[in-house]
């Protein structure tokens, strides 16, 4: 099985290389003989690197009972604090006030439940859109500078972390009001005639969560983008590649892993959040977080409730599983 697997790599690397040179000279660059020879002694390289590597398999090692008792602390914790729990949720919301599916076609059938799930879903993408604009940046740069000033920006990206959330979002309504400082400095500007709405609607909202998320999506894509060797995009610009080609072609495919697991993160983190959009959204922004705060809390419908749990749940589980299937198991280790 070694052999044979070591066979099929070698092959995928000639095969490789073969087809980038052929991919020049298609375009018309005709690639310098001492470039050809580059790949062909890079290929060779290679080629011994990986002959000589020990074939490691992919299969995932088998569970024993000997293997399962230190987790057996772990696994009696998450049964007695999540599965119980769950389960008497999910009892409920069949129950509760009649017994069947009363509570989940309320949710599904109803226009203002309806347009709660549409809220949470739009604003849930929208902020992992924004946080992924502006963390590949970040992360990028946190993986070229000098270690120095890497740490130094990571240790603000951490504290920023370690604060509390209520105080960061009350921070963000100061900041955020009409009579707030970014208002003031957009009006002295000249940039503005009369102060913007930032709170209580999406911007505020998108603004708040998408400050939140950014070290969630940050963090993964600064460990991919560090763990890609420089060398592979200095082959490129050899061969003739120009610095948009390298990112398009190189860099973003090769920080993909990053890319959805931070984007999976965020999206998942932001389906569920409740503080943020409660006090920097209104009430046309409602979020499916706040509205089973307001059925459990406030009028005490236990069964509603837990079904618009179960839901969002149940969403969070198919985007997981999606990802699983996109990525492998074996990627996530």
């Excluded at 690397?13 to 003989?33: D, M, P």
């Excluded at 502006?134 to 130094?152: D, E, K, M, N, T």
């Excluded at 900041?175 to 208002?183: D, F, H, K, P, S």
């Excluded at 993160?265 to 569920?272: I, K, R």
Aim: with cysteine.
């Amino acid at each position: 099985m070694g052999e044979e697997s070591r066979y099929h790599r070698r092959a995928l690397v000639r095969l490789a290389g073969s087809l980038i040179i052929k991919h020049c000279l298609r375009q018309g660059n005709h690639v310098l003989s001492c470039r050809i020879r580059f790949f062909d002694s890079l290929m060779d390289t290679m080629f011994e690197a990986i002959s000589t590597a020990p074939y490691r398999s992919s299969r995932l090692p088998r569970l024993t009972s000997h293997g399962l008792r230190p987790a057996l602390p772990a696994l009696i914790f998450l049964f007695l604090f999540m599965v119980v729990p769950l389960s008497s949720l999910l009892l409920l919301s069949f129950t509760t006030p009649e017994i069947g599916l009363g509570n989940y076609a309320k949710l599904l059938g109803d226009a203002t439940y309806g347009r709660v799930l549409l809220n949470t879903f739009s604003v849930a993408g929208l902020v992992t859109i924004v946080s992924l604009l502006i963390g590949y940046p970040v992360a990028w740069l946190l993986a070229i500078l000098p270690s120095r000033v890497s740490q130094f920006l990571f240790a603000i990206i951490l504290l920023s972390m370690w604060t509390n959330l209520l105080a960061r979002t009350y921070g963000w309504m100061v900041l955020l009001q009409r009579t707030g400082v970014i208002n003031r400095l957009l009006m002295h500007l000249g940039l503005i005639d009369e102060p913007l709405s930032l709170i209580n609607n999406l911007a505020g909202v998108t603004i708040g969560m998408t400050y939140i998320m950014l070290p969630y999506i940050i963090l993964p894509l600064h460990a991919t983008i560090s763990a890609i060797d420089p060398a592979i995009m200095q082959a490129a610009a050899i061969t003739g590649a120009r610095p948009r080609q390298i990112f398009w072609h190189v860099l973003l495919p090769m920080s993909l892993p990053g890319i959805g697991a931070g984007c999976m993160m965020v999206f998942v983190m932001a389906l569920g959040y409740y503080v943020t959009p409660a006090l920097l959204g209104g009430t046309a922004n409602m979020m499916l977080a706040e509205m089973i705060s307001q059925q459990v809390q406030s009028l005490l419908n236990w069964g509603l409730g837990s079904a618009a749990a179960f839901i969002l749940l149940a969403v969070t589980l198919v985007f997981y599983a999606i990802y699983i299937r996109a990525v492998g198991l074996g990627r996530l280790r």
